[in-house]
């Protein structure tokens, strides 16, 4: 037997070679993905806003809100929308298009306001989409970032610490 000692605050566990090339790979992808879900939903949100502006809406004065603006936005097309639904409804006497015989004059007007209530929804969530898509475009950003971040961390990190 050997009456040497061996201290074990000398020796440090050997770290395993970390392969991490993938991981950087697919960092730099979810930040190229999230660049590109940004400018996807830039472009949407412009072209669907400039759309709208072109059909010249202005919010009239009986609306909830933004009375007199124009419609450019997803507050203004929902407030349009739902002004739409009251005018409608007030020469309706308070029936749906639905409601309305065949043979009422007023059954073609309350169609027309039913289509245009729709198409300024879909308006609204076309908005909606085009945020979404720069909300996750930003967290894609975020989680590359971080996935390149653990995968350029030093090897010492990941050593346990000494007894």
């Known amino acids: ?18 392969r991490l090339g993938s991981v950087k790979v697919i960092g730099v992808l979810g930040i190229l993905a999230g660049i590109l879900l940004i400018v996807a939903g830039i472009v949407v949100w412009v072209v669907v806003s400039t759309q709208l502006r072109a059909e010249n809406i202005t919010v009239p004065d009986d609306a909830m809100a933004f009375q007199g603006q124009q419609v450019a936005g997803p507050f203004t097309a ?4 739902d002004i739409i639904q009251h ?11 639905a409601e309305l015989d065949m043979d009422d004059p007023l059954r073609a007007t309350l169609m027309n306001a039913s289509f245009l209530r729709a198409s300024l929804f879909t308006s609204v969530v076309s908005f909606g989409v085009a945020a979404f898509a720069m909300g996750i ?8 970032w971080a996935l390149r971040r653990i995968a350029t961390a030093p090897a010492a990190l990941g050593r346990a610490p000494a007894v």
């Open 137 to 144: 475009g930003v967290l894609s950003i975020l989680f590359g």
């Open 87 to 97: 005018h409608a409804l007030e020469m309706s006497d308070g029936k749906t298009y």
């Open 78 to 81: 929902y407030v349009q929308a």
């Open 1 to 18: 037997m050997s009456d040497q000692v061996v201290d074990s605050s000398d020796r440090s566990p050997e770290v395993p070679a970390r």
